[in-house]
């Protein structure tokens, strides 16, 4: 309408330049508005190779589907797991539920933290 013409390539370098810093910004506030409401993390770990050698990778996802942090490690202990709790509660606060899938190095590293 104005005479200004705009290609779909632009638009295209426009979301991959600025599109990670909106979402990131949404992601942050809308974690700080969640630190007082009920918050439930399901945690998981997963093999994955990395240059050949079998490493694991921790993640904890939010009742929303979010995937809040993610850490990577040669073993899968407690050292590991409490490594990874305190991580990821530093940045998001203490959930009020955390779901896990029963490994021993999760009850081990929450009975230290005071979460069991």
């Known amino acids: 309408e104005r005479g200004i013409d705009v290609s779909h390539e632009a638009v295209r370098f426009w979301w991959h330049r600025f599109g990670p810093m909106f979402a990131a910004e949404i992601r942050k506030r809308r974690i700080k ?65 955390i779901v896990t899938d029963r490994l021993r190095s999760y009850g081990a590293a929450l009975k230290e933290i005071g979460a069991a």
């Open 33 to 97: 508005g969640m630190r007082s409401s009920q918050w439930r993390w399901h945690l998981d770990e997963m093999f994955v190779k990395i240059n050949g050698e079998r490493h694991y990778l921790w993640r904890a996802v939010d009742h929303e589907g979010e995937v809040l942090e993610s850490f990577v490690t040669k073993t899968r202990d407690k050292k590991a797991a409490l490594k990874f709790l305190r991580k990821s509660m530093k940045r998001y606060g203490r959930p009020d539920t």
